[in-house]
């Protein structure tokens, strides 16, 4: 793996989640904070360079271990049954144990309370957005190949169904409680930064296109952002990382 010298590694727990924390050397009383969720299939292990390139950039990353995946287990991630069957579940989870994240990220980690930031790729974006949109005291979130548009989420793992599951059809219920695209108001105007490649044939970059559309109104000029990158696939290339990270400074 890797490493800056010019960056600081820490490698430990946040309660049973396996977690990266990753800062400049330098000491701070308190530290921008990003909190980064992996994608379906990766680990927190796979966006240690990804977050080195933020942290030489000022900022503390938090990278915790979804679970299923990395040191917490693993699932054959290609099989259209255990995306089915772990998608929601999984990501469900990240949302329930990212209270335990946040809070981890002011009290053990020196996180400034007012500068905290989520950020994630395809299934992490999808995490993130939900964070965000819950968590109020989120100041911003920087979303790369996700959705806000969790109807469309839902409708692509019904489509992978053989046969009627009443346990599934409760789970999709539920997360579609929890749609982002129903909640805009709890938003509160705070930026959003939806960034996708033009070609993504995993996450399709209309269901964002789609939130755009329906929540612009609700947002000042310049808080809601959604990018599509031409030529670009289900991927965070460094043209797309580079436009993020000028995003976050904007707002700084």
Not at 200 to 210: A, C, S, T, W
């Amino acid at each position: 793996m890797l490493r800056s010298e010019f960056l600081e590694y820490i490698d430990t727990k946040v309660g049973e989640i396996p977690t990266w924390v990753i800062r400049p050397k330098e000491k701070r009383d308190k530290y921008k904070t990003i909190i980064f969720y992996h994608g379906w299939g990766s680990c927190r292990n796979n966006q240690v360079f990804r977050a080195s390139i933020f942290a030489s950039y000022g900022y503390q990353v938090i990278l915790p271990e979804a679970r299923y995946h990395g040191e917490r287990g693993s699932l054959d991630y290609e099989k259209d049954e255990v995306k089915r069957d772990y998608f929601l579940r999984v990501l469900m989870h990240n949302i329930e144990e990212s209270v335990s994240i946040y809070k981890a990220a002011i009290e053990e980690f020196n996180a400034d309370e007012e500068n905290i930031y989520v950020s994630g790729h395809s299934l992490g974006a999808i995490t993130a957005g939900s964070i965000y949109t819950f968590n109020k005291k989120i100041k911003a979130a920087l979303l790369f190949n996700g959705s806000m548009n969790w109807q469309k989420i839902v409708e692509d793992i019904k489509s992978l169904e053989d046969e009627k599951d009443w346990t599934l059809d409760r789970r999709y219920e539920f997360s579609l409680q929890m749609d982002p695209m129903i909640h805009i108001e709890d938003m509160e105007n705070r930026p959003l930064f939806m960034i996708h490649g033009e070609e993504d044939d995993v996450v399709n970059p209309e269901y964002d296109r789609e939130f755009y559309k329906v929540a612009k109104d609700s947002f000042d000029e310049g808080k809601l952002i959604y990018e599509t990158f031409e030529k670009t696939t289900h991927q965070i290339t460094t043209h797309m990382l580079e436009r993020g990270i000028n995003l976050l400074k904007e707002i700084e």
